[in-house]
């Protein structure tokens, strides 16, 4: 069944199911796992990339694989096609930290990934209060 005969949940739980993977396969370090989840004309944003395409992710990121001991997806939901993802990452060297992302997923293949950078685990600032040095 193809994605325009799918009912959404369904369409929802496959795409959920292959943002997930791709985590796993930066967590297991698995590059093949993810190029076969990563779409030919897959483009890469964050607040260091702008539209990365699938060679320069590849060369670029994929080695910041090696930093990263484990990915724990705390939340993952899908609107169509866009799956939106929070995370708790563990750095080889021991800190946490949490990242919010939005994967576009297409034919089962992850087309974009934009990636909004988050704080570290536990939170610096004192609850209830500002960083004034971080304005």
């Known amino acids: 069944m193809n994605q325009m005969t799918k ?6 739980g496959e795409n959920v199911a292959t943002a997930r ?3 796993d396969a930066f967590e297991a370090k698995d590059r093949l796992a993810a190029e076969r989840l990563i779409a030919d004309d897959f483009r890469f944003f964050s607040p260091w990339d702008n539209g990365l ?32 993802v929070t995370y ?5 060297h021991g800190g946490r930290f949490r990242n919010a992302e939005v994967l ?10 934009e990636v ?6 536990p939170h610096p600032v004192a609850a209830g209060e500002h960083d004034t040095k971080a304005a």
Not at 7 to 12: F, K, V
Not at 104 to 113: E, K
């Open 116 to 121: 909004y950078f988050g704080w570290n685990v």
């Open 21 to 23: 993977a791709l985590y």
């Open 104 to 113: 576009t997923i297409r034919d089962g293949r992850i087309s974009a990934v």
């Open 53 to 84: 395409d699938r060679a320069k992710f590849f060369a670029i990121c994929w080695p910041e694989s090696e930093r990263f001991e484990e990915f724990k997806l705390t939340d993952a939901v899908a609107d169509g096609e866009r799956v939106f």
């Open 7 to 12: 009912r959404p949940d369904e369409s929802a």
């Open 88 to 92: 708790e990452a563990l750095a080889r």
